[in-house]
């Protein structure tokens, strides 16, 4: 699942992309990993019903649909602001994986992880197991930590992936082989607080699962210049990145996570950032099914 290599001009750098967003299809991409062991968790506690958040474009509210779907659950999707006709085409793909759609203002929705909204939530549905926002828990920390088995570890070694909330990047630490390098890409701006997020998912992490927690972790790093003004922001430079590496490589990928994630690393490669010859494994976290522009 290594893409060829991708070539970044006039330096001594490989790079090859680990093709996620072609694995485990319709979910595909970082979500399959982090809803794995949620369903099975799901599972395990009797639920038949799962209930997460997100905004209008989130590719986790997609993911949970599908994996619902496939596997035999309800699902309910809690999306943030006021219902449009006629729906985008992420939602409309959730609606017809048989996610049933409920809408929340904005400021009940920052309160979404309260006891008291939690509470309501179930006199309205019932009994759900609930995925936060993002679907980042311990659980997806668990999946994502066996995405490194997908890749011997003699061909590379720096791994880089996108980072909306910090949840893959700290199942990649666990689960990296510590003599890794680790780089987390931030799409999103002021991210600094992710580092601390990301200690304290690995943290209770190894808790919860003390069987992880004897071997070192990979030596990890989160970059924070590369967000383009936000999140889902773009610009007309990473735009022209886009459609340059697609020329090039015949590799869709979309500015939210995966495009940022690309031109950080040829950014990072022209200014010497890593060890001359290393050899990188950039993660292809999917993202491409609905994008905002093409609604
Ligand atoms: C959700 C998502 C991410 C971010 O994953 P986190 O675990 O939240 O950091 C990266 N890329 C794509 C395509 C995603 O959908």
């Keep these: 699942m290594l893409s060829p290599p991708i070539i970044l001009p006039h330096t001594s750098i490989s ?3 680990l093709r996620l967003d072609r694995l485990h299809l319709p979910i595909g991409g970082n979500k399959y990993f ?23 474009y989130s590719n986790h509210i997609l993911a949970t649909a599908r994996a619902a779907q496939a596997q035999g659950f309800e699902s309910i999707g809690i999306i943030r602001g006021e219902a449009h006709a006629p729906l985008n085409k992420v939602l ?69 992936t996108p980072v909306g909330t910090g949840g ?3 199942g990649l630490a666990i689960g990296l082989p510590p003599e890794k390098q680790l780089e987390g890409i931030a799409v999103l701006k002021g991210a600094d607080f992710l580092k ?36 889902a922001k773009t610009s007309s430079s990473l735009n022209a990145f886009i459609q340059r590496f697609y020329l090039d490589n015949q590799i869709l990928i979309e500015p939210i996570y995966t495009g940022k994630m690309m ?7 022209q200014k010497q950032y890593f060890k001359s010859n290393s050899r990188l494994i950039a993660l292809h976290t999917g993202g491409l099914d609905y994008l905002p522009s093409s609604n």
């Design 15 to 17: 790079l090859r992309l």
């Design 34 to 56: 982090k809803l794995k062991y949620n369903l099975e968790e799901a599972k395990n506690q009797n639920y038949s019903t799962l209930l997460t958040f997100g905004g209008a």
């Design 92 to 160: 409309q793909a959730a609606k017809e994986a048989g996610m049933q759609l409920h809408y929340i203002n904005r400021s009940m929705y920052k309160l979404k992880h309260t006891k008291e909204v939690k509470e309501k939530l179930k006199q309205a549905f019932g009994g759900f197991y609930l995925i936060p926002e993002g679907g980042t828990n311990l659980e997806a920390v668990r999946g994502a930590s066996e995405i490194p088995k997908l890749i011997a570890h003699t061909v590379y070694d720096t791994l880089l």
């Design 168 to 170: 893959t990047l700290a």
């Design 196 to 231: 601390t997020d990301t200690h304290a998912l690995i943290n209770d992490f190894q808790k919860k699962y003390p069987a992880y927690s004897h071997a070192p972790l990979a030596h990890w790093n989160l970059q924070t210049d590369y967000h383009f003004g936000g999140y």
């Design 263 to 269: 031109y950080a690393i040829a950014d990072l490669a």
